[in-house]
């Protein structure tokens, strides 16, 4: 099969399509015929080893030495299921199906191979697979740290990078969880962060958000463009601040986060089972509306990982791996 192989850290152009085995499944294993994946920004920092000063050494060892152990990037996929091992009972071949390996990546590939215990679930009838790839990455991180900051009804909450695979799946699901979310994006994505369901946005290229004297019960942040502590200035007491984008840096802070009067949530997300199962119901609700910058086909990999790097996406980029060739 074809697929997009990373074997040394570094730019788009250590990407290249190759020819790879294709997967054999495993008894308690589908097959699945990949038909679109994401460039995500985990993709990117992995490709890129794009990690916080003095880490690199301590990433090399979890990640891989001089490039990826994981060779074959990407971490969600929207397929067809071909075949299933002999005791597979939830998935029948020809199942339209939406996965999420995550971390273990491996989805920029024609074909997977995935346990049926894993995140797993049949795709929302009338989403394509473009759009329902474009989902989990962004909602599942989204709904990890909600739910750790057990955001109620009601709450205020501001969302740092609102128009982002995160940010933008933060606006939808902070309204689900019955927040009144601020969005803070640029010029150009006001209409869209609006347009999700975000009671305000503002421009961060014409307004300062620390200096407007507003509070918040609870701010999310996916840029990391200034220490995490500054949002204390915008937080209520025991306000809590969900740092996603948080580095090392901002970790070691986090201790001082108590006597700043603020409660922090950071480091990777996790998932539950069920989790992707609740993300493809709020799809098939529309509560949760796919959003995608721009579609790519596997040959243009390169390319599809330069525009991720820019670190200005809307939602998702979206690679189209079916037909490759
Ligand atoms: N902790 C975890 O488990 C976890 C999980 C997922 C992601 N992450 C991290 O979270 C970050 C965001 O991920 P993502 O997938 O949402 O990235 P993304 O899709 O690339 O979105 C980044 C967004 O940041 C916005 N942005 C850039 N500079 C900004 C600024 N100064 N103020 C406000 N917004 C700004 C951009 O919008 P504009 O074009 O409008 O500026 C862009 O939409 C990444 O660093 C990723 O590695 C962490």
């Known amino acids: 099969m074809k697929a997009c192989v990373c074997d040394r850290y570094g730019g788009p152009e250590r990407v290249s399509v190759r020819e790879v085995p294709t997967p054999v499944p495993g008894p308690n294993e589908v097959l699945v015929r990949i038909m679109a994946s994401t460039i995500s920004a985990a ?53 339209r199906v939406l996965g999420f390996p995550g971390a273990d990546f491996g989805c920029h590939a024609e074909f997977r191979a995935m346990a049926e215990k894993d995140e797993l679930v049949a795709i929302p009838a009338g989403l394509s697979f473009e759009e329902a790839a474009s989902l989990p990455f962004g909602a599942m991180s989204a709904l990890h740290f909600l739910r750790a900051a057990h955001v109620q009804p009601g709450e205020r909450m501001l969302v740092v990078g609102a128009s982002g695979a995160v940010g933008s799946a933060l606006v939808q699901l902070g309204r689900v969880f019955g927040a009144e979310v601020t969005g803070v994006t640029s010029t150009a994505n006001l209409d869209l ?48 601040m969900l740092a996603v984008a948080a580095e090392v840096p901002d970790m070691l802070a986090m201790a001082w986060a108590p006597f700043w009067g603020m409660r ?39 390319a599809a990982h330069a525009y991720v790097d820019s670190g200005r996406k809307r939602g998702s980029v979206v690679v189209r791996i079916a037909g490759a060739d």
């Not at 990690?51 to 067809?80: H, N």
């Not at 958000?209 to 937080?235: C, K, N, P, T, W």
């Not at 950071?266 to 609700?285: E, I, R």
């Open 43 to 95: 993709d990117s920092r992995v490709r890129a080893l794009r990690v916080p000063r003095g880490m690199a050494t301590a990433a090399r060892l979890a990640l891989g030495l001089r490039g990826p152990r994981k060779r074959v990037l990407g971490t969600e996929l929207a397929g067809v299921v071909v075949a299933i091992g002999a005791r597979v009972s939830r998935f029948a071949v020809g199942d």
């Open 193 to 240: 962060v609006a347009g999700l369901g975000a009671e305000r946005v503002v421009d961060y290229t014409a307004t300062d958000i620390l200096r407007g004297g507003e509070r918040f019960d609870v701010v999310a942040d996916m840029v990391g463009a200034i220490g995490f502590a500054q949002y204390r200035h915008v937080l209520r007491p025991r306000g809590r």
């Open 264 to 302: 922090v949530f950071a480091g990777p997300a996790t998932t539950k089972p069920g989790d992707l199962a609740q993300v493809a119901a709020w799809a098939a609700q529309g509560v949760l509306r796919p959003v995608i910058d721009r579609c790519y086909a596997m040959a243009e990999i390169v």
